[in-house]
């Protein structure tokens, strides 16, 4: 890798290093083919600051995509909203699929949601569903504390997702229903494929017009509106309720500046995008990490012994080699931006990926070793070397709870059980998040 020493003046972001690409498209067909690998080649060949063009090598009608690797520069990105925006494709399909949810508003619509869901997710709320959360990591692991048993991790970890958000999301002692499930199970792959191909769509189309891709767009979100509203349906039939429901609270929610909560349909499209990434993201964080473990059984006896605090440690470290948001992007705003000593020009798209930064050499000795240790006591390091929750205020509002959960079930499951990885690697899909391409599997043999 050619490291970043030291930077000149500030200087034009023409003169930022980068691969040619294809006379004619540029890099477009290597950053929508192979998004993670065409990062990492230019991190290894050109540093910490690379330049992606994309259209004619020749003349100046191109679009500028930068990618920013050390931790410094990817803490600039998080912390100034208004040089670095959220105006991407990306956000723009997000918000298309998903509705105006605190992980796709913007602006002061943004604002109001996070003043009224901040109290909600915090660590001290995420701690109040830790009984919940134990019980529920007991349940899922005493059917293979039984005997010497082989299990597909990606699978139970996803169950013990849904068990686990029945419960917080939507105060369902009887876990989410299998016509959810099973539907979950159908449109999660399809909207993982259909978000990052309409997000690096060439020709965009809006939605009103009636192309083929269109119309499979527009039947997949009514799926998964049909989908939450048949769970919300199914919570408000319960009788009594305790309000501790993270739906309930929702609901009862106040802008402690300007009064009025949710309406039911915004409640809709936030229950909603916490049951996916609860389901998505934390259930592959924690599949990954039980492979890693499965992999070193002399660390796994380690975290075995050391309690909550190993596992949550493995866990991080889990997050570290294989966070779920491998790639993350900005948008330069209209006033441009000064970024690692170039200046970049408005509409400039920016990439960081924890992928990378969570194997930069000068912060991570030795990357690619599995190392819990890494995360024990004190650590001297930039605080953006770490961060598959995203960064600054947009930082993912549910780390808390996705943090509590997956420790937990760590720590419950080393306590009853041996893992061992029957693969030695586990393949991944580059789709909207990083998750297995087949199924982790695990022996495990009670101890």
Same mark, same amino acid.
């Given at each position: 890798?050619?490291?970043?020493?030291?930077?000149?003046?500030?200087?034009?972001?023409?003169?930022?290093?980068?691969?040619?690409?294809?006379?004619?498209?540029?890099?477009?067909?290597?950053?929508?083919?192979?998004?993670?690998?065409?990062?990492?080649?230019?991190?290894?060949?050109?540093?910490?600051?690379?330049?992606?063009?994309?259209?004619?090598?020749?003349?100046?009608?191109?679009?500028?995509?930068?990618?920013?690797?050390?931790?410094?520069?990817?803490?600039?990105?998080?912390?100034?909203?208004?040089?670095?925006?959220?105006?991407?494709?990306?956000?723009?399909?997000?918000?298309?699929?998903?509705?105006?949810?605190?992980?796709?508003?913007?602006?002061?619509?943004?604002?109001?949601?996070?003043?009224?869901?901040?109290?909600?997710?915090?660590?001290?709320?995420?701690?109040?569903?830790?009984?919940?959360?134990?019980?529920?990591?007991?349940?899922?692991?005493?059917?293979?504390?039984?005997?010497?048993?082989?299990?597909?991790?990606?699978?139970?970890?996803?169950?013990?997702?849904?068990?686990?958000?029945?419960?917080?999301?939507?105060?369902?002692?009887?876990?989410?229903?299998?016509?959810?499930?099973?539907?979950?199970?159908?449109?999660?792959?399809?909207?993982?494929?259909?978000?990052?191909?309409?997000?690096?769509?060439?020709?965009?189309?809006?939605?009103?017009?009636?192309?083929?891709?269109?119309?499979?767009?527009?039947?997949?979100?009514?799926?998964?509106?049909?989908?939450?509203?048949?769970?919300?349906?199914?919570?408000?039939?319960?009788?009594?309720?305790?309000?501790?429901?993270?739906?309930?609270?929702?609901?009862?929610?106040?802008?402690?500046?300007?009064?009025?909560?949710?309406?039911?349909?915004?409640?809709?499209?936030?229950?909603?995008?916490?049951?996916?990434?609860?389901?998505?993201?934390?259930?592959?964080?924690?599949?990954?990490?039980?492979?890693? &473990? /499965? #992999?070193?059984?002399?660390?796994? @006896?380690?975290?075995? =012994?050391?309690? *909550?605090?190993? %596992? +949550?440690?493995? $866990?991080?470290?889990?997050?570290?080699?294989?966070?779920?948001?491998?790639? &993350? /992007? #900005?948008?330069?705003?209209?006033? @441009?931006?000064?970024? =690692?000593?170039? *200046?970049?020009? %408005? +509409?400039?798209? $920016?990439?960081?990926?924890?992928?990378?930064?969570?194997?930069?050499?000068?912060?991570?000795?030795?990357?690619?070793?599995?190392?819990?240790?890494?995360?024990?006591? *004190?650590?001297?390091?930039?605080?953006?070397?770490?961060?598959?929750?995203?960064?600054?205020?947009?930082?993912?509002?549910?780390?808390?709870?996705?943090?509590?959960?997956?420790?937990?079930?760590?720590?419950?499951?080393?306590?009853?059980?041996?893992?061992?990885?029957?693969?030695?690697?586990?393949?991944?899909?580059?789709?909207?998040?990083?998750?297995?391409?087949?199924?982790?599997?695990?022996?495990?043999?009670?101890?």
């Amino acid at each position: 890798m050619t490291a970043t020493a030291s930077r000149p003046t500030t200087r034009s972001a023409s003169a930022i290093a980068g691969p040619d690409g294809h006379p004619l498209f540029g890099m477009a067909q290597a950053l929508r083919g192979d998004l993670l690998g065409t990062l990492q080649a230019g991190f290894d060949r050109y540093g910490d600051v690379v330049a992606y063009r994309i259209g004619p090598a020749r003349g100046r009608r191109y679009r500028l995509v930068v990618a920013v690797h050390h931790p410094d520069d990817v803490r600039r990105v998080f912390a100034d909203t208004e040089a670095f925006t959220r105006r991407t494709s990306t956000y723009r399909t997000l918000n298309e699929l998903f509705g105006a949810s605190i992980a796709t508003a913007d602006g002061d619509n943004w604002q109001r949601q996070k003043r009224l869901l901040q109290p909600l997710f915090t660590r001290a709320a995420a701690d109040r569903y830790s009984a919940i959360v134990s019980e529920e990591a007991r349940t899922v692991v005493q059917p293979l504390e039984a005997s010497v048993t082989t299990f597909d991790a990606l699978a139970v970890t996803a169950r013990y997702a849904l068990r686990v958000l029945s419960r917080t999301l939507f105060a369902d002692e009887r876990g989410i229903d299998p016509d959810t499930s099973a539907a979950l199970e159908q449109l999660v792959p399809i909207v993982s494929r259909m978000l990052p191909m309409r997000a690096r769509q060439v020709l965009r189309f809006p939605l009103r017009w009636p192309t083929p891709r269109n119309r499979r767009f527009i039947s997949t979100r009514k799926a998964l509106q049909t989908t939450i509203e048949h769970v919300l349906a199914r919570q408000r039939a319960l009788p009594g309720g305790s309000g501790v429901d993270l739906v309930s609270k929702l609901r009862n929610a106040r802008d402690p500046e300007a009064g009025p909560g949710l309406s039911e349909h915004e409640v809709r499209d936030q229950a909603l995008m916490f049951l996916l990434a609860g389901y998505t993201t934390t259930s592959s964080a924690l599949c990954s990490t039980l492979h890693l &473990l /499965g #992999r070193h059984p002399e660390l796994q @006896g380690q975290v075995a =012994a050391g309690g *909550e605090e190993l %596992a +949550g440690a493995a $866990v991080q470290e889990g997050l570290r080699l294989h966070p779920p948001a491998y790639a &993350l /992007g #900005r948008r330069v705003g209209p006033r @441009g931006a000064r970024l =690692a000593d170039y *200046e970049l020009p %408005a +509409g400039t798209d $920016v990439l960081v990926s924890p992928w990378i930064t969570h194997r930069h050499p000068e912060v991570w000795p030795d990357p690619e070793r599995f190392d819990p240790w890494r995360f024990v006591g *004190e650590c001297e390091r930039p605080p953006y070397a770490w961060f598959p929750f995203g960064g600054g205020a947009r930082a993912c509002i549910g780390r808390h709870m996705s943090l509590l959960e997956s420790r937990t079930f760590v720590n419950t499951l080393l306590g009853r059980c041996r893992l061992e990885a029957l693969d030695s690697h586990m393949p991944m899909d580059q789709l909207s998040t990083m998750r297995p391409s087949m199924p982790v599997r695990i022996r495990c043999q009670p101890r």
